[in-house]
């Protein structure tokens, strides 16, 4: 299955974007699906996560950013606002594990990625 996310851009700081991720080709279901990003140099870190029950947040954008799903659409939403300069990275929808995961490694799905930067 290939996820296709969107809705990236470059932006000015404190401003907001919404980026969606939705399989390609046919429909899938995940109970977890999820947000990272990475920036150039870095390694891949999380953002945020979606169960059927909960959601996960990191740190860095607990109160800013919001995920949300929408099953019939097998779709997931990363609101984005106040965005900041150290936001910018490359952002990656993921999917597969049964329980929320912050690590990369327990994603078996990944779309290939929109680019998010905001300028100072």
């Known amino acids: 299955v290939q996820l296709q996310a969107s809705g990236g851009g470059l932006v000015q700081a404190g401003d907001s974007l919404k980026l969606s991720c939705a399989p390609s080709g046919r429909t899938f279901s995940s109970p977890v699906m999820a947000w990272f990003r990475q920036a150039p140099g870095k390694e891949r870190e999380f953002v945020a996560a979606i169960d059927t029950r909960f959601t996960y947040y990191a740190a860095s954008v607990k109160g800013r950013f919001t995920i949300s799903r929408d099953n019939a659409k097998s779709t997931v939403y990363l609101q984005m606002n106040g965005l900041k300069p150290e936001d910018t990275a490359v952002f990656y929808c993921?999917?597969?594990?049964?329980?929320?995961?912050?690590?990369?490694?327990?994603?078996?799905?990944w779309g290939q990625g929109t680019q998010v930067t905001v300028s100072s």
């Open positions: 993921a999917a597969g594990p049964q329980s929320a995961q912050t690590i990369p490694q327990a994603y078996n799905y």
